[in-house]
């Protein structure tokens, strides 16, 4: 089994919107249910299911824009194994919000992310965004491009109401204070040769059509979805996944006969959980398989809803990951949530189970018939009802839940 390729960026827009229509679980309500948004799935009479979608093309895959060559302006590493290509505005609000986003997700992944700035001025919209293009190539010539760069979208404010002439002015000033040579610098911003990369660099992205900045290229993809830093990291950490994924379905490896007990560590303790083999067993011959391919370690609970269940098994964090496959939903009808502790595999309907779990901190009737449960705590009631509450939501920076550390699994 090897790992599978990156799911396409439009997937990812699919997971996105799809999630942001599933219900907020405000109150222990029937609607509270456990979610995740999944690929659709085709009717199969198969056990499990390996899920086969067009592969994520890789930062150097052909693309509809220009490659990107020496003459870039480049951030990361360049064999990162996503590279975010933007054409922005450097006078335009959005643009600045979205370095500012990009800036951020350079930090949290700085061998991931490769991040290349293409300026491109909104000629006739904006009275000082050719010279701000050439400001950043004049502060090229002396290597302060990023500089000049970062300062004009982080002080936008000071800067988007001067005149043309008093911009020139200000933005010499922030020349000075950045180490360079002034007269060199204002010369440069002047010369015909960085007013013609300018204009070249804006020629070569009108024969595109015209289109809104800032322009986001996603691994050689255009990406049309939210632009907020919440809904931007969960793209970055389902990408990543996609490295993690299976190509196959797991092997048959589980015993009817036999008894398996699978522990979770937790940050807050050990919970002790029977499996029910004889009951669901392709949905615990997948947890076993996942738990001893280290799937399970260190990933967050991230959805715990105190007085009806704790949720984790996705190792992106974002309540959207699955392991590459799905499984068919074992139910039978006198295994039901009459009590806490019942462990059932989330899906988004009949035959999508996939690695994402929940165990109920209290009797969930509404919960009958719709997922598989494949387990049941026989200790450690206590750490699941300590857990840090917590439910994802799109667009919204959740704070860090509590850690899943690893899953171990004994057999007798």
Known sequence: MRPLAKLPIASFLLLLSLSSCAPTPAKTTPEAQPTVTAIPRMPTSSPCTSISADHTPGPEAPSLFPPITEADHTRGPKDSLITI????????????????????????????????????????????????????????????????????????????????????????????????????????????????????????????????????VINGEIYLGPQDYASMNDIVRLILLGGRQFTDCPPMLVEKTKQYIATLHTEKGNVTIQLFTDKAPYTVNSFIFLARNGWYDNITFHRVLPGLYAQTGDPSGTGKGMPGYYVITEILPDLTFDKPGMVAMVNSGPDTSGSQFFITLAPAPQFDGRYTIFGQVLSGMEVLESLTPRDTQVGVETPPGDLLLGVEIEEK
Do not use: C
């Open 85 to 216: 290509l933007v054409y922005g505005d450097l006078q335009d609000g959005t643009s600045g919000l979205f370095a500012g986003v990009v800036k951020r997700l350079l930090t949290e992944y700085p061998r991931d992310i490769r991040y290349v700035s293409r300026v491109f001025p909104l000629v006739g919209r904006n009275d000082k965004a050719t010279l701000a293009a050439q400001a950043v190539e004049a502060a090229n010539l002396q290597g302060k491009f990023w500089e000049m760069h970062d300062l004009l979208y982080s002080q936008q404010q000071n800067w988007v109401n001067l005149s043309i002439e008093d911009f020139a002015q200000w933005s010499a000033a922030q020349a000075s204070a950045l180490g360079m040579n002034v007269e060199q610098y204002q010369a440069d911003v002047k010369s015909e040769a960085v007013a013609a990369l300018v204009q070249s660099n804006f020629e070569t992205a009108q024969k595109f059509g015209p289109f809104a900045v800032p322009l986001i």
